[in-house]
């Protein structure tokens, strides 16, 4: 991935984008907010004291300024991907018109592949709208920032109160739709109630949560106290019962166009193949929570859709996403799924990724970046299908068709 720009580079789009009046209109703008765990948090345990955070190197190594965010990941995490994701694959040409994200009526002026890294580059720039939301705990969140939206995901917490104990001060979801109110009402005193409401309700959601329902919590210790009060089957209704809760809140807030993820395989993930693969595989275990909780979860939106009488929630199938790549990976351009590109141990899926662990030179070769993350490269693969897979893959339609029925609207 090239997205070096002289500065020449970034002053001439710069004067483009001015030319082109692109920095005012704010009120087109489509606001991002993002809810969920370590999958979608860009930063925000960077600020708390917890055990659970990405902000010391290798993390960010393939970032834009290669430095660690708190993103899990070695470069952009699956909401930037989703903010610049149209940028990437719409430039074909010199001087190709595309739209920028998820900006209704901004355009760009690029030149082959510049005014993509020119974007990325200039992400402390503030050039128009087209960065990923902060962290909702950073200090720099303020004034028209919060007009792009806020990202409030915090990594470690699970649907459940308990899930992520052991990781301390983390941003439970319960606390995170408190944020959001609180947002609202900080955005209120800026731009007023009536122009927040509409943001809001214009605004693309996305929730990514569940998977430590399961790793760190029913199976984080053999006899867990959830494992102990739920068998399986069970654990997974009482689940979906309180994301249904959770997800109905947030409508009530506001939210009208929600992306739902499901969980990965989470039993292929290199730290359940180190350390509960079954025959050398993938853990059978996990793979049946996985293959329990996914199609009730879309059973959930699309109940909670009928109750409604508007598809505001769109199940994003996740499991399959990442089976493609797990069970073909060369594919996808993949050497492996089965080993973390940074760790150490069997599949190098032990322990955390430090400064200490085996680090791969190429991380577009693996699936996974560190024992449970998928790599920028995987985030990618998966965007993708979120903006253009078939209903297989996104239940009722994917990303391209809601914008463009929302931008007809
Ligand atoms: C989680 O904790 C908060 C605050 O104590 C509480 O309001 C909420 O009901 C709890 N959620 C569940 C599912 O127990
Ligand atoms: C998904 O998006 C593509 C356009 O990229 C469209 O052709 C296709 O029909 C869409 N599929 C569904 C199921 O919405």
Known sequence: MSIAASPFNVWIIFVLVLAMGAI????????????????????????????????????????????????????????????????????????????????????????????????LVSSGQQIGQSQPPLPYLSPQLTGQRLLVGANFASAGIGILNDTGVQFLNIIRMFRQLDYFEEY????????????????????????????????????????????????????????????????MRLYKLGARR??????????????ELATRGTNGGCSAELQRAAALYNPQLLNMLQGLNKKIGKNVFIGVNT????????????????????????????NNGLGLCTR????????????FWDAFHPSEKACRIIVQQIMSGSANYMTPMNLSTIMALDSMS
């Open 24 to 119: 005012s209109p704010i009120a087109e703008a489509r606001a991002f907010f993002i809810f969920g765990d370590s999958l979608v948090d860009s930063g925000n345990n960077n600020y708390l004291a917890t055990t659970a955070r990405a902000d010391s190197p290798p993390y960010g190594v393939d970032y834009p300024t290669r430095r660690p965010t708190g993103r899990f990941s070695n470069g952009l995490n699956i909401p930037d991907i989703i903010i610049f994701g149209l940028v990437y694959t719409g430039v074909v040409n010199s001087y190709t018109e595309v739209k920028v994200g998820l900006h209704r009526h901004r355009k760009w002026l690029c030149q082959s592949w510049s005014c993509v890294g020119v974007d």
């Open 184 to 247: 609202q009402r900080r955005l209120s005193a800026i731009v007023g109630p009536q122009q927040t409401r509409q943001l809001v309700n214009q605004a693309l959601v996305l929730v990514t949560v569940g998977g430590n329902d399961f790793v760190n919590n029913y199976y984080l210790v053999p006899f867990s106290a959830r494992s102990r009060q739920f068998a399986l089957p069970d654990y997974v209704k009482y689940l979906i019962s309180e994301y249904s809760k959770l997800l």
């Open 258 to 271: 929600v992306l739902v993820t499901g969980t990965g395989p989470m039993g292929c993930v290199p730290a």
């Open 319 to 346: 499991q399959q996403m990442h089976t493609d790549f797990i069970s073909n990976p060369q594919t996808f351009g993949f050497t492996t799924s089965q080993a973390a590109c940074c760790g150490q141990g069997p």
């Open 356 to 367: 200490l662990s085996n680090l791969c030179p190429n991380r577009d070769l693996y699936a």
